[in-house]
């Protein structure tokens, strides 16, 4: 398999749970401000149309996109990791639940801030309502060491993956004790130490 990526962007969760999952596959850069793949500066566009990451080429030739889809066809391909709960359980839909809630409302948020188009009477306003969705989150994880209870899912790798990016916007979550935890706990894992050593994130 192939995962298109671009350093420390939402791909990191495939990547993270590719590396949970112990499965071979390879690290495709794309440049997401030029569109062009780094080891030979050709357009990305040809290969992904949307233009963005992540995208997983699967073996057979058939290209995945969107996050959670990715992560939650990792998870299956490994049943026996437990990366996810089986198919058709309420805690799977759970699971989906908290995959839709970080692409939603953390997600296209917290990653518009990004954009140094947007005025700072914007960004001041999606500053504010991300800290309050997660503080909500922070709340949630009380007396729980993941998303899902003591055990890792692929939620946990997207929200460690969103949640990073408030460093870089100016959302100041350290009063979220909760949350610092979770963060703390999810950057021991090899795989998390792994991913991000691999896009050059950490030494």
Not at 54 to 74: V, W
Not at 131 to 156: H, N, P, T
Not at 191 to 198: C, E, L, R
Request: proline share 6%; glycine share 8%.
């Amino acid at each position: 398999m192939k995962l298109y990526y671009s350093p420390g962007a939402c791909s990191l969760a495939p990547h993270i749970v590719l590396n949970e999952a112990g499965l071979p596959f390879t690290l495709v850069k794309a440049d997401l401000k030029t569109h062009t793949l780094a080891a030979d500066g050709s357009d990305y566009y040809p290969v992904a149309p949307k233009g963005q990451v992540p995208m997983l080429e699967l073996d057979g030739g058939d290209r995945l996109t969107e996050g959670p889809a990715i992560t939650q066809y990792i998870a299956d391909q490994v049943p026996a990791k437990n990366l996810a709960p089986a198919n058709g359980t309420m805690a799977r839909y759970r699971l989906q639940e908290w995959l839709n809630f970080v692409t939603s409302e953390l997600h296209k948020g917290i990653g518009g801030l990004f954009n140094p188009a947007m005025p700072e009477e914007g960004k001041a306003v999606i500053r504010a309502k991300a800290l309050s969705k997660l503080e909500w989150v922070d709340q949630q994880l009380e007396g729980k060491q993941y998303l899902m209870g003591d055990a890792f899912s692929v939620a946990d790798a997207y929200l460690f993956t969103v949640t990073n990016w408030t460093a870089h916007t100016g959302i100041d979550i350290s009063k979220l004790k909760n949350l610092g935890a979770f963060q703390a706990r999810m950057a021991a894992r090899p795989a998390v130490q792994a991913a991000m050593k691999a896009e050059g994130l950490v030494k």
